[in-house]
């Protein structure tokens, strides 16, 4: 199993550019998201999927904006990049469990986005 | 904000010495996780312990949990020089947001 991957590895974007981030998952998890890595901020929520086809907002979610059409992907897209959004993103993923409560997260490698 | 605080940011010590890092946050949760991150990697899941318990062990891992005081802190004991990583704590608070909210980490470098 490859687990949970991420294309691509690194990007340069130039300021009001577009982009997509691919996630891709396979261990038949339900729940997918997506995150930042700021220096000295942590991981921040970007957005998050519960299944297939559902998609919501998490603490950052500005600026961005997800689909989940197969159940083992999840994109994230930048439509107008700015420099703010230089960060590494990292996607994850996890079972559902009964009730509310959040399993374990198996994240993928990471993507370095540079905006200039 | 409902993130983990980490405490020490940095933590340097002597290879075979133990490391001790602590984790605060103020939500009720449901459990607390602890991630393991090399440099320039992914996070990696190390344990995960429950609201109703205290204590939890992996190999050379130690987790406790004080609910009433709102904390946390992991033991690595006989650290070896590959355990050189930062380490976050995630919280799963009670509010059925099915996400987790991760600390700002604490730096361990383990000198050979």
């Known amino acids: 199993n490859a687990g949970v991957t991420q294309t691509p590895k690194f990007r340069v974007l130039k300021t009001g550019q577009s982009m997509t981030l691919l996630c891709a998952q396979d261990?038949?998890?339900?729940?997918m998201y997506w995150y930042r890595q700021d220096p000295g901020m942590g991981l921040r929520l970007i957005h998050y999927s519960v299944g297939e086809g559902t998609t919501a907002k998490g603490e950052v979610p500005d600026g961005y904006n997800v689909s989940r059409l197969k159940k083992q992907n999840f994109l994230l897209g930048l439509e107008s990049a700015a420099p703010s959004q230089t960060s590494v993103y990292f996607c994850?993923?996890?079972?559902?469990?009964?009730?509310?409560?959040?399993?374990?997260?198996?994240f993928g490698p990471g993507t370095r986005l540079t905006v200039l | 904000s409902q993130q983990g605080e980490e405490d020490p940011q940095a933590l340097s010590i002597q290879e075979g010495e133990n490391a001790t890092m602590n984790c605060s946050y103020k939500t009720s949760i449901n459990n607390l996780q602890w991630y393991r991150q090399n440099s320039g990697r992914g996070l990696v899941h190390l344990i995960l312990i429950r609201s109703n318990e205290r204590e939890k062990h992996s190999g050379r891992l130690r987790v406790t949990l004080d609910t009433s005081k709102k904390s946390s802190s992991l033991l690595i004991t006989a650290s070896r020089a590959a355990d050189t990583a930062s380490y976050f704590c995630?919280?799963?608070?009670?509010?059925?947001?099915?996400?987790?909210?991760f600390g700002t980490g604490t730096r361990l470098t383990v000198i050979p």
């Open positions: 994850a993923s996890s079972y559902s469990l009964a009730g509310a409560y959040t399993d374990t997260q198996y």
């Open positions: 261990m038949n998890h339900e729940y």
């Open positions: 995630a919280t799963d608070p009670q509010t059925g947001a099915n996400n987790l909210f």
